[in-house]
């Protein structure tokens, strides 16, 4: 087909080859014969609807005609936003994103367009498709770049949601991004918000900027509770953020429990754990509040344990294993804490990882889905119980079981731009290199040379070199 043919040349060529009359072709296109009539005179424009009718007809695919639709009736006129609304919708759905891009081009700097193209964007991002939302909510966010709006501020937090992934270089760029815009969100968006910020800084184990972001959140959600106890017999109800109230109070205590087990004060580790486990100031008894409280009685039971075990009371192992036995999702965060009590400690926990060594291997070869803690972290507590594991076999001398999982988490960390464990890999091989393989040495070097690679990326994208 000739590209510069026009749609209502097409659908005069079908009329032709298939010898149909007005009457025949809005029978097999199933529209109405007046509207047939004004598209062949130009005196109508076709709407989505109808263009993938009359393309169905010519048994082509749909979306065939989209690229040439979107230069003939987006490109030059003023446009309907109905169809701009079903091209945008349309394209995302067959995966046309070269053609999603033309379009929100067109109007990305067209501030009346903004709260148009947010209200695809929010239902884009609802039904997963994370790639089309994050185009348009980059295109808005660009448009009001110099409004004080909670539109932008909206935006931004969409972007960060959507741009959280492995690569944890990124994650932490993006983190930076959004922060600033938090305070322009409305009051119960701040909330998650602020719980998302959180939970991204504690995966990155920037444990400072855990402690600045819950110092936040348990402010906001204080002042929230309050208000909402306040006015809890008014019939109206005030927009809610996406959990009870009651859980970011809750939640301020186990993300600063996790900070001051990151400092090794496991004493006051300890206090927020019983903070967040004693919920009987909560009044509520809606099913979603029980089903929230009940998590955080097991998470407090888990913790304890963790933060006993990590202070040197040994005794408690026993206790623990039982515990994770029955508690499956607590199974991998519990394995962490052991490892890492029995390299403080100097335990032998040969008969432990015997006992979970199918769990283990299950770590090594795919990343599983644990409870309720976020990809993030269950990525983060994978390479550091595997680091572990690497100390531990070391100072065995079990050498081969060492370094199978030193470059398991090497590998790990390189593809995610774990940094810090990076460096900490490099620290523990270089101490026992020796010890190593030619093979090993051999993946190892090569390993660190994609690191070099990635990082002369990373550093290329930040200067925009």
């Not at 995302?92 to 947010?118: A, G, H, W």
């Not at 719980?195 to 402010?219: F, G, I």
């Not at 515990?323 to 394995?335: S, T």
Request: with cysteine.
């Amino acid at each position: 087909m000739n590209n510069a043919t026009t749609i209502r040349t097409e659908l005069e060529n079908l009329m032709i080859q298939n010898g149909y009359n007005m009457a025949q072709l809005a029978r097999s296109t199933q529209l109405n014969p007046g509207t047939v009539s004004a598209i062949l005179s130009g005196n109508r424009t076709l709407s989505i609807d109808e263009l993938d009718r009359i393309t169905s007809v010519m048994e082509l695919p749909k979306g065939h005609f989209y690229e040439r639709y979107f230069e003939e009736y987006l490109v030059d006129f003023k446009p309907n936003w109905t169809r701009i609304s079903s091209i945008l919708h349309n394209s995302v759905e067959l995966d046309s994103l070269d053609l999603f891009k033309k379009v929100v081009k067109r109007f990305k700097d067209k501030l009346n367009y903004s709260s148009s193209l947010f209200g695809i964007a929010e239902v884009l991002f609802k039904n997963g498709k994370f790639e089309g939302a994050a185009l348009l909510y980059e295109a808005v966010a660009e448009n009001e770049r110099n409004q004080h709006s909670k539109r932008l501020a909206m935006c931004q937090y969409r972007i960060f949601l959507i741009k959280q992934g492995e690569n944890q270089q990124q994650n932490y760029q993006a983190a930076n991004q959004f922060e600033p815009y938090v305070e322009r969100l409305n009051e119960m968006d701040q909330l998650d918000a602020l719980k998302d910020l959180a939970n991204t800084y504690r995966s990155l184990r920037r444990w400072y900027k855990v402690e600045e972001v819950v110092h936040k959140l348990e402010h906001k959600a204080r002042i929230q509770y309050q208000i909402k106890r306040q006015e809890r017999n008014e019939q109206e109800t005030l927009a809610s953020p996406n959990r009870p109230l009651f859980f970011y109070l809750a939640y301020s205590n186990l993300l600063m429990a996790g900070v001051f087990e990151a400092r090794g004060d496991y004493k006051k580790a300890l206090q927020c754990t019983y903070a967040y486990a004693d919920l009987s100031w909560v009044k509520e008894t809606d099913e979603q509040t029980l089903y929230w409280m009940n998590l955080f009685k097991e998470w407090a039971e888990a913790n304890t344990y963790g933060n006993k075990l990590l202070s040197g009371d040994i005794e408690i192992l026993p206790d623990y294993l039982a515990y994770i036995q029955n508690n499956e999702d607590e199974i991998l965060p519990a394995l962490v804490n052991i490892m890492d009590a029995a390299n403080r400690f100097g335990l032998n926990v040969d008969q432990i990882l015997q006992r979970f060594e199918s769990e283990i291997h299950s770590f090594i070869i795919q990343q599983i889905a644990v409870g309720t803690y976020t990809d993030n972290l269950v990525l983060e507590y994978i390479i550091y119980l595997f680091y572990e594991l690497a100390d531990y076999y070391l100072n065995q001398e079990k050498y081969s079981k060492a370094y199978d999982f030193l470059i398991n988490c090497l590998e790990k960390s390189a593809s995610t731009n774990n940094k810090s464990y990076i460096i900490m890999c490099v620290g523990l091989f270089e101490s026992s290199r020796d010890m190593a393989s030619s093979e090993i040495i051999a993946i190892y070097q090569e390993i660190i040379k994609g690191v070099h690679k990635n990082e002369k990326k990373d550093r290329s994208i930040m200067f925009g070199g």
